[in-house]
């Protein structure tokens, strides 16, 4: 089918040189109009009716949903629950991503070489990543336990009474995220070993050559070139801190007193517990603004920074 | 290629088999029942076993189970379904998420059907135990069915109770008793605890119900059982019950720090770490099971007065189920709660069989007399009182769990944890109390 308006196309082409873009127009779309419906029926119809959601809400309770203007906006940046998730979600998003970075690059550095223990340990750093998160969540579940979990079993054989790691507001964040360090550490790995087979060798024997210590090579030869892979690690560390929260739904509920709540948590909290579509609805459009926002920008340095490395 | 004709092929045995399988149920009502399972995978594979009895005795019902996990999940289940416009018949609910169904509107009174079968609302609801009707009968209408019921319950190890030179037949029963046994059982290693006397849950959900029990035993009623706009957070009765808690913790230090989940309660006592725990019933097979050592139970120790709240969950049929199919859930429902089911189902979860007469069959009898420590949380549901339910109940619960949790954690006194728990739980309650309770006439 396709096939024949293609060829048609091309025949009356030919001949009638100003029909060529509008056949190639409607061939284009015909091909791309399977996917455009889906898309269309599960993102864009799902976007509009949320920003439509957005601005609804029940007037009486137990009544039908009516305009209510900017309202749900306006209560929920007057949540202070909100403004607690949105710091945490801050915290968060600092405190896993960065660390993960950090290890990723140490754990690549350390096993760029191909080699038969390297390829072992590689696996094992990768490990995490092919555990579900909601699997790894439930795992940490009996880790994290007081008294019997497995940390602070090892805590009381060297006589240190282990912390009530999810049930204490001033250590349950840092639990949760010592287990996104655990999770992602592992993947960005991955990139960062790909990025590293980019780094030419001669620059590092010029480097050695120059006197440069092994400091001076990470700061001024390794990072240069891995550039791309930080700015892409990047953007996916980003995502992941605001679109998973599988760990939270598990192992606290965004509790103790909301100590580990995160955005899409607190959404899903308006959505189901508090039954208020409105305000979840509103959450989830200023949720995909920050998220549009991290990403325009991080994409923005990416493609800078590829286009600073071609010559 | 060979995939995508292979994946056409089963599309299509799947549309054939759709398309034949009304046909093939003509002259049978297709009803579902959702169902969560707060407990174990066992529950479900239980529920299967239950329903196909159900349709193999009632040909023209086929009733399907739906498992919907844990209870929070049905309900959003249950909310999206009827959404799309294809309410399940029946679904087992929280007994504390009926009332906010009703102000929603999203279940009906079942009265017309209990009046079908020729009795009175009273003489239905007189089947069940007394404590159980406050939560399914509200403005003295049926809005739900017992299904499977709960209270806390005090569980004790008493090996640890003979190792430090106590009677193990003597448990406490109030709360000065709790803190001299609690205060004995504690074990420690220099600054290090290694048994805990006491433990009680903190999580959302348990939290709440726990701190509902302390503050009912203590005199307390802590929401109004005939009205949905009122909880009493900030009253002597609560404070009393949230400073008990906070004592054992930071004064008496029989109790740990912080949020303890139910799964890490009844795992500590099973491990023997702590001696003793507030926990739910529907925990006793649970714990039956896995443990150990010889255990007692006893209802919560009083301060004022024995009183514990309910738990567990109702049959209710969602707005929008009219006809054959209501008939038909009706029927499931009734045959699921008849003494002999109920009976059943019980000794499969440890839950009570909300059904008086369950517990006069044989088989019931021969189980209490073996496991008496069931029998003790069936008497308990004489002192049981209705479950917390308001409008919007799980938030309003959840304005006080936080500050539970801050109080146990030593961030708040339990004065300022409760004065900021009455604030926002009526600030979450201001539109109901504003439509109903301070609607009042203009001119």
């Known amino acids: ?311 | 290629m060979t995939t995508t004709r292979r994946t056409l092929l089963a599309g299509a045995a799947l549309a054939a088999s759709f398309a034949l399988s009304p046909a093939c149920a003509q002259g049978q009502t297709e009803i579902e029942l959702f169902f969560p399972v707060p407990v174990d995978g066992q529950l479900a594979r239980d529920m299967g076993v239950l329903l196909k009895e159900f349709n193999e005795k009632n040909p023209t019902i086929k009733a399907t189970p739906v498992y919907t996990g844990s209870y929070d999940e049905t309900l959003i289940k249950t909310r999206a379904a009827m959404k799309a416009g294809k309410p399940p018949a029946a679904v087992i609910m929280s007994a504390n998420f009926l009332l906010d169904l009703k102000i929603e509107g999203e279940i009906h009174p079942m009265d017309a059907l209990i009046k079908a079968d020729g009795k009175t609302n009273d003489q239905f609801m007189g089947q069940f135990f007394d404590a159980l009707h406050g939560n399914a009968v509200l403005d003295r209408q049926v809005y739900g069915v017992p299904f499977h019921n709960s209270t806390p319950l005090l569980y004790v190890n008493t090996d640890h109770l003979k190792e430090a030179g106590l009677d193990p037949d003597k448990l406490p029963a109030n709360w000065e008793e709790l803190v001299t046994t609690a205060k004995k059982l504690t074990k420690r290693d220099g600054d290090r605890v290694t048994r805990w006397g006491m433990m009680m849950p903190s999580n959302y959900d348990y939290g709440g119900w726990i701190l509902q029990a302390l503050t009912q035993s203590n005199g307390g009623e802590w929401f109004n059982v005939n009205y949905g706009g009122e909880v009493y957070y900030d009253t002597p009765s609560m404070l009393g019950a949230l400073t008990f808690w906070s004592d054992l913790v930071t004064k008496h230090k029989v109790h740990p720090a912080g949020v303890q989940a139910g799964g890490a309660v009844s795992g500590a006592f099973l491990a023997g770490q702590t001696s003793m725990m507030l926990l739910s019933t529907g925990s006793l097979t649970h714990i039956r099971n896995n443990a150990k050592f010889p255990y007692k139970v006893a209802f919560v120790p009083k301060n004022v007065r024995n009183a514990v709240p309910i738990g567990g969950a109702s049959l209710v049929i969602p707005t929008g189920v009219e006809g054959e199919r209501r008939k038909a859930a009706w029927t499931l429902i009734n045959w699921m709660t008849a003494p002999e089911k109920s009976a059943w189902w019980s000794r499969a979860t440890g839950y009570f069989a909300p059904n008086k007469a369950a517990y006069d069959t044989p088989d019931m009898k021969e189980f209490i007399a073996r496991n008496p420590d069931a029998g003790i949380a069936v008497k308990q549901l004489d002192v049981a009182k209705p479950w917390f339910a308001t409008y919007k109940t799980v938030p309003v619960r959840k304005a006080i769990e936080d500050e539970l949790a801050a109080v146990l954690s030593g961030k708040k006194t339990p004065k300022e944890a409760l004065a900021a728990a009455q604030k926002q739980a009526d600030e979450i309650m201001r539109p109901f109390v504003e439509q109903t309770a301070l609607k009042l006439p203009t001119n």
């Open chain 1, 1 to 311: 089918m396709a096939q024949a308006v293609f060829t048609t196309g091309k025949a009356r082409g030919w001949s009638v040189p100003r029909w060529r873009p509008r056949q190639a127009t409607v061939l284009a779309f015909a091909m791309l109009a399977p996917s455009l419906l889906f898309l269309a029926l599960f993102t864009y119809w799902p976007v509009l009716q949320v920003i439509w959601q957005s601005l609804h809400g029940q007037l009486r309770v137990g009544g039908p949903q009516a305009y209510v203007g900017p309202q749900n906006f306006l209560k929920l940046f007057a949540d202070p629950a909100f403004r607690k998730a949105l710091g945490n979600n801050l915290i968060y998003a600092l405190g896993t991503v960065i660390p993960s970075l950090v290890l990723a690059l140490g754990f690549a550095m350390a096993l760029v070489k191909s080699s038969r223990v390297n390829a072992l340990f590689r696996a094992l750093f990768f490990l995490p990543v092919l555990i579900p998160l909601v699997a790894a969540a439930s795992i940490f579940l009996f880790l994290f336990l007081p008294n019997v979990g497995l940390l602070d079993y090892h805590l009381a054989k060297l006589a240190i009474s282990g912390s009530n790691w999810l049930g204490d507001p001033d250590v349950a964040l840092w639990s949760i995220m010592a287990l996104t360090i655990w999770k992602n550490a592992g993947y960005y790995m991955l990139f960062f070993l790909a990025g590293l087979q980019a780094v030419p060798a001669d620059a590092y024997e010029a480097a050695i050559l120059d006197g440069a210590g092994p400091w001076q090579r990470l700061r001024y030869v390794t990072l240069p070139y891995l550039k791309p892979t930080i700015g892409f690690v990047l953007v996916i560390g980003l995502l992941n801190v605001v679109t998973q929260v599988d760990h939270v739904f598990v192992l606290t509920k965004g509790g103790p007193s909301d100590s580990t709540n995160l955005l899409l948590f607190y959404i899903y909290q308006q959505a189901v517990e508090n039954y208020d579509a409105g305000r979840a609805a509103a959450g989830t459009l200023v949720m995909l603004a920050l998220l549009l926002a991290v990403t325009a920008s991080s994409l923005r340095t990416l493609e800078r920074s590829f286009g600073e490395k071609e010559p």
